[in-house]
């Protein structure tokens, strides 16, 4: 059993689970530039940045799109694809195995500091939704 969970992890880790799976059509639209960003005022840093690099394909709230999966859905609790699958997702892509969006292309214009504060932001949607 803890083999298994082993397992389950690290092929989780290994995959970088999820920030979906954005196909390669959506990928091929260059990112806009943070800084040409429009930041709605009041909002987190998490939120301005996710709204700016992520909601095209995992949508308002990350609720999904039709080309990207919902991050806030219980198969993203942190039980089960942790702060750090995120991280490895934006850095290297993701390969699909949860939904059938396709794989998400690595996201180079996204520091490490601007994942994790998304990755916050994401974090604050679930725990909103009972998702923990």
């Not at 930041?39 to 996710?50: D, M, T």
């Not at 992520?54 to 799109?65: E, I």
């Not at 892509?93 to 998400?104: A, L, P």
């Not at 490490?112 to 923990?132: H, K, N, S």
């Amino acid at each position: 059993m803890l083999i298994t969970r082993f397992l389950h992890l690290a092929a989780g880790l290994l995959l970088a689970g999820g920030l979906g799976a954005c196909s390669t059509a959506a990928a091929s639209v260059p990112p806009t530039p943070l800084a040409a960003a429009t930041f709605v005022p009041g909002a987190s840093r998490g939120e301005q940045l996710f709204n700016q690099t992520c909601a095209a394909c995992h949508g308002v709230r990350a609720t999904g799109t039709q080309i990207g999966p919902p991050l806030v859905d219980k198969i993203y609790e942190p039980s089960h694809h942790s702060d750090a699958a995120f991280l490895l997702a934006v850095r290297n892509g993701s390969v699909q195995h949860h939904w059938k969006f396709g794989n998400m292309p690595a996201q180079p214009t996204v520091t490490d500091a601007e994942t994790r504060e998304i990755t916050q932001y994401v974090r604050a949607l679930q725990r909103e939704a009972g998702i923990r």
